[in-house]
């Protein structure tokens, strides 16, 4: 098999899988019903967890007792929590932040 055909076969399984994925909750919940309550659970305590476990993901290795003690990350983290509360907007408050850090440690934390 050539690099083609495998790198269309990958392709293909990848949106065949995303649109699957993304059909099954209209084959599983009748439209004109509420969704059943611990769906409206998940959807409730499942966003602010995942960010959760992505900041400890993000911080884990961070050195506070080194240079720059964790300031960039930490002033990153604070800039995407407050665009958030202020703007209610994912994709605004990661890219920000994560431009900021990009900033911050090839710039100013060299």
Same mark, same amino acid.
């Given at each position: 098999?050539?690099?083609?055909?495998?790198? @269309?076969?990958?392709? *293909?399984?990848?949106? !065949?899988?995303?649109?699957?994925? /993304?059909?099954?909750? %209209? =084959?599983?919940?009748? +439209?004109?019903?509420?969704?059943?309550?611990?769906?409206?659970?998940?959807?409730?305590? @499942?966003?602010?967890? *995942?960010?959760?476990? !992505?900041?400890?993901?993000?911080? /884990?290795?961070?050195? %506070? =007792?080194?240079?720059? +003690?964790?300031?960039?990350?930490?002033?990153?983290?604070?800039?995407?929590?407050?665009?958030?509360?202020?703007?209610?907007?994912?994709? !605004?408050?990661?890219?920000?932040?994560?431009?900021?850090?990009?900033?911050?440690?090839?710039?100013?934390?060299?």
């Amino acid at each position: 098999m050539n690099d083609f055909t495998q790198s @269309l076969l990958i392709v *293909i399984a990848a949106a !065949l899988t995303t649109a699957f994925i /993304r059909f099954i909750p %209209f =084959l599983l919940f009748d +439209h004109g019903k509420e969704p059943p309550k611990w769906i409206k659970y998940l959807g409730d305590v @499942l966003p602010p967890a *995942i960010m959760s476990v !992505l900041i400890i993901y993000c911080v /884990r290795n961070v050195n %506070f =007792l080194a240079n720059p +003690h964790g300031i960039p990350e930490l002033l990153c983290i604070a800039v995407a929590v407050c665009l958030h509360i202020w703007k209610s907007n994912v994709l !605004l408050s990661i890219g920000v932040s994560t431009v900021l850090y990009m900033v911050l440690i090839q710039v100013v934390f060299v």
